[in-house]
T-cell receptor
Framework: DAGVIQSPRHEVTEMGQEVTLRCKPI?????LFWYRQTMMRGLELLIY????????DSGMPEDRFSAKMPNASFSTLKIQPSEPRDSAVYFC???????????FGSGTRLTVV | RKEVEQDPGPFNVPEGATVAFNCTYS??????FFWYRQDCRKEPKLLMS???SGNEDGRFTAQLNRASQYISLLIRDSKLSDSATYLC????????????FGDGTTLTVKP
C-alpha cells in the first residue's frame, strides 16, 4: 500500500499566484481530509469529503481557498490568489470511514513570498 | 475555550521514566478518540485508539474518562525514540464526524 500521496512536497510561489495541491488517498478509503498546520494555529481541519462529497468546509479560511474531489482517488486544494499568510504545511489524510483513524500524507510545505 | 486542550509541555524526562499526558474535550457528544505522534517536520501518525475500557500497546496505555471528559496517554520505560509531539484527536459524530486535534504535547526523553 503506497499510503496517502501528496504533491508537490514543496512549493514556493509569489504572492498573487495560484497554487494547486494534490492528494491521492489510500485505495478503498472513502473519507478524505485537508488540514493546514502552522506553529501559531496548530493543525486545522480545512475541509473533508465523504464518498467524494464535501461534508464540512467550515474550516476553509476564505473564498480564496477551494477544494474538489472529482473521484475517489484524487482531490485538489486550490488557493487563488495566494498570500504570504497562507504559508504552512498542508496535509491530506484519508480514512476508511468517518470516525476511524486517519492516515496522513507527507504534506506539502507551501511558502508564499 | 478550545474544544480540545492539551498541556503543551515540554515534558523533559530521563530514559526509563514514566510519563503521562492528559487531553480534555468539551463536546460531550464526542465518540471517537485517538492519540497521534508527530515527529519534527513529519506528518502525524496514528499511535493508538482510545476506548473506555482502556487500550494497551506495549509500553503505551491510553484511557478514556467520559464522565470527566478527558483522555490520557501513559508511556512507561520511555526511550529516546519516544521524543516527539503527541496529539490527541476527538471526533464527534453529531457534528458530521468532524475531527478536532489538540495542539500537542512535546516530549523530550534524555539519556
Amino acid at each position: 500500500d503506497a499510503g496517502v500521496i501528496q504533491s508537490p512536497r514543496h512549493e514556493v510561489t509569489e504572492m498573487g499566484q495560484e497554487v494547486t495541491l494534490r492528494c491521492k488517498p489510500i485505495s478503498g478509503h472513502n473519507s478524505l481530509f485537508w488540514y493546514r498546520q502552522t506553529m501559531m494555529r496548530g493543525l486545522e481541519l480545512l475541509i473533508y469529503f465523504n464518498n467524494n462529497v464535501p461534508i464540512d468546509d467550515s474550516g476553509m479560511p476564505e473564498d480564496r481557498f477551494s477544494a474538489k474531489m472529482p473521484n475517489a482517488s484524487f482531490s485538489t486544494l486550490k488557493i487563488q490568489p495566494s498570500e504570504p499568510r497562507d504559508s504552512a504545511v498542508y496535509f491530506c489524510a484519508s480514512s476508511s470511514r468517518v470516525g476511524y483513524g486517519y492516515t496522513f500524507g507527507s504534506g506539502t510545505r507551501l511558502t508564499v513570498v | 475555550r478550545k474544544e480540545v486542550e492539551q498541556d503543551p509541555g515540554p515534558f523533559n524526562v530521563p530514559e526509563g521514566a514514566t510519563v503521562a499526558f492528559n487531553c480534555t474535550y468539551s463536546n460531550s457528544a464526542s465518540q471517537s478518540f485517538f492519540w497521534y505522534r508527530q515527529d519534527c517536520r513529519k506528518e502525524p501518525k496514528l499511535l493508538m485508539s482510545v476506548y473506555s475500557s482502556g487500550n494497551e500497546d506495549g509500553r503505551f496505555t491510553a484511557q478514556l474518562n467520559r464522565a470527566s471528559q478527558y483522555i490520557s496517554l501513559l508511556i512507561r520505560d520511555s526511550k529516546l525514540s519516544d521524543s516527539a509531539t503527541y496529539l490527541c484527536v476527538v471526533i464527534s459524530f453529531t457534528n458530521a464526524g468532524k475531527s478536532t486535534f489538540g495542539d500537542g504535547t512535546t516530549l523530550t526523553v534524555k539519556p
